[in-house]
């Protein structure tokens, strides 16, 4: 199957911790830059992190040292593993597939919602 599947979404308080999970087909895990984006209301999506095929990362200044991206390539998977989370984290996190050299039209995943609420 040609998408990406998110889960790991939920409910969690200030200061807590979720872990994020995508599975993608193999062909498109092994190639791609694998990423996470996540979108508030009324805000545009923006990205969070992203790993290449070869490991390199990439984090927004909002979560550096607080998230972690990693892949697993026994399940064809990126983790995102989210720590200390605050209220401004919340939104709806989108999993990420795109290859730039050559282009290639990228993937999304469905979504999988994130609340940090006390």
């Known amino acids: 199957q040609e998408q990406l599947v998110e889960s790991g979404g939920g409910l969690v308080q200030p200061g807590g911790s979720l872990r994020l999970s995508c599975a993608a087909p193999?062909?498109?895990?092994?190639?791609?830059?694998m990423g996470w984006y996540r979108q508030a209301p009324g805000k545009q999506r923006e990205l969070v992190a992203h790993i290449t095929s070869a490991g390199s990362t990439t984090y927004a200044d909002s979560v550096k040292g607080r998230f972690a991206i990693s892949r697993d390539s026994a399940q064809n998977a990126v983790q995102l593993q989210m720590n200390s989370l605050k209220p401004e984290d919340t939104a709806i996190y989108y999993c990420?597939?795109?290859?730039?050299?050559?282009?290639?039209?990228?993937?999304w995943g469905q979504g999988t919602q994130v609340t940090v609420s006390s």
């Open positions: 990420n597939a795109r290859m730039v050299f050559p282009v290639r039209p990228d993937y």
């Open positions: 193999a062909r498109i895990f092994r190639s791609y830059t």
